[in-house]
């Protein structure tokens, strides 16, 4: 593992599989997250991309791109922690953001993407056991927060699996590639999102606890939960694994708007 705790993807096929579903994911703009070595900007670049971003916090990295990659693709890079980067100085158009991600921040950088008033499209590699909390419908193991906030603003794709012999060094766990489309309508305005993400977020903040008890303590009127509850036909003793995404949308609007 190196400094960053990178596991550099080396399996051609998967590398493969990553280019064709980005490059039929068409876009106006391309970013690539953590570039590392350059597995996927290369063929990027070989399959006809040019003038895009890659955005890499190591500095040993960058240096290595700069090296390496052509300077007659005019690929930019940026030596900066993604989470800090502000995704609105991007240029305002539909952009298409790939990544092999890095474990420890999938979830963090996804959720970042997924927010981005530029986003259109994404294809990124996750941990196996959080690729299928993503794509986890209600009642099924998993389903969360999450699977929420990633069902709601995108419709989400398996391309291919990754074993741990596919990354130099191999990590302990297999991985998933998903790809992201943009939905046509937003159920959530992007300017009330906290609103709908705090409601959520603390409905799982207590386990086993029934939505009603898990808003009560977060500080939400009583008897405006128990009415909200009954006009939206959720049985007031549902827990928010039970909860589909859409059904939150519906409860949030009623309970907090």
Known sequence: MQKYG?????????????IDAALLLKSENLVEIGP???ALTTRLIDRGCKNFTVVEIDPEM????????PKTAGVSI???NFLQADLEKLAPRPTLFVSNLPYIDAADILDKVLGCPHFQAAVFMFQKE??????ARAGEEGYGPLSVFSQLRSQISPICKAGRGCFNPPP???SVVLAFMRPGTRLVPAEKWPSFKKLVS??????RKTLFNSWSLAGYDKQKITDVLAACKVKPTARPEEIPPAKYVELWQKLCC
């Not at 990178?6 to 096929?13: A, K, S, V, W, Y």
């Not at 960058?62 to 990659?69: D, G, M, P, S």
Request: glycine fraction near 4%; proline fraction near 0%.
């Open 6 to 18: 990178q596991h550099f993807l080396i399996n051609e096929n998967v590398i493969n599989q990553i």
């Open 36 to 38: 590392g070595k350059g």
């Open 62 to 69: 960058e240096a290595y791109l700069q090296k390496t990659l």
């Open 78 to 80: 940026l030596r900066q």
């Open 130 to 135: 959080q690729a299928q909390r993503i794509r």
């Open 172 to 174: 302990k766990v297999e």
């Open 202 to 207: 603390v409905a799982f903040l207590h386990k």
